[in-house]
């Protein structure tokens, strides 16, 4: 069974940073899982926001510039650091993972939502002016 709990959420101000951190069981780390953070506004539906694979990394384009995914496969925790944080970044964020047989490579690396089978509870974001 696979396990992804997420952390550091929390409100902020505008043009503040954050960072998520998603805990997973440690079969879910090395080159076979493709990992990703995903959000989701209120009334609306779950986006991809970045995926990292074993050496790729894919953004959304309404985050590029100010969010960084990184993956740390000896402590299995992956993070978003979001800096110059928007009121538009207000969300619940999850993270998720994907195995992929013969590794996670670019064209695996996806952000949409039906890619990845296992999901965290979230962990709320919130921007205010």
């Known amino acids: 069974q696979v396990q992804l709990v997420e952390s550091g959420g929390g409100s902020v101000q505008a043009g503040g940073s954050l960072r998520l951190s998603c805990s997973a069981s440690?079969?879910?780390?090395?080159?076979?899982?493709?990992m990703g953070w995903f959000r989701q506004a209120p009334g609306k539906g779950r986006v991809g926001v970045a995926a990292i694979g074993s050496a790729a990394t894919r953004y959304a384009d309404s985050v590029k510039g100010r969010f960084t995914i990184s993956r740390d496969n000896a402590k299995n925790t992956l993070y978003l650091q979001m800096n110059n944080l928007k009121l538009e970044d207000t969300a619940m964020y999850y993270c998720?993972?994907?195995?992929?047989?013969?590794?996670?490579?670019?064209?695996?690396?996806?952000?949409?939502?039906?890619?990845?089978?296992?999901w965290g509870q979230g962990t709320q974001v919130t921007v205010a002016s």
């Open positions: 440690a079969y879910t780390y090395g080159s076979y899982y493709c």
């Open positions: 998720a993972a994907a195995r992929y047989a013969y590794g996670c490579d670019l064209g695996s690396l996806s952000l949409l939502e039906s890619s990845y089978p296992y």
